[in-house]
């Protein structure tokens, strides 16, 4: 069992960078890919970034490529989203989730363990 829960979501003027994290518990931390969505008012959840295990693969959606850095510290248990340049398209709620298969994270269906969410506010 995994229980995620994120933090450094806030509002921030376009342009500007936040930087949420997910702390993960259990021991297998490490052998988890990790992968962040959001969901913005009226629309789907979406995928974001992915990480595998190992922090050697990582992949991104095109509307967040070289904006975003996805990183993970397993001595912490603990993933990151590094976000800059950030629009008002940014804006939603961010969900870390995290399955042993990376390949489930990238499509975003049938992942094993979602976050609560945080909240992300780009003002223009």
């Known amino acids: 069992q995994v229980q995620l829960v994120e933090s450094g979501g806030g509002l921030v003027q376009a342009g500007g960078s936040l930087r949420p994290s997910c702390a993960a518990s259990g021991r297998t931390f490490r052998s988890y890919a990790m992968g962040w969505f959001r969901q913005a008012p009226g629309k789907e959840r979406e995928f974001v970034a992915a990480i595998a295990w190992s922090d050697d693969n990582t992949y991104y959606a095109d509307s967040v490529k070289g904006r975003f850095t996805i990183s993970r510290d397993n001595a912490k248990n603990t993933v990151y989203l590094q976000m800059n340049s950030l629009k008002p398209e940014d804006t939603a709620v961010y969900y870390c989730?995290?399955?042993?298969?990376?390949?489930?994270?990238?499509?975003?269906?049938?992942?094993?363990?979602w976050g609560q969410g945080t909240q992300v506010t780009v003002s223009s």
């Open positions: 989730a995290a399955d042993f298969s990376y390949r489930t994270v990238v499509a975003g269906k049938e992942i094993d363990y």
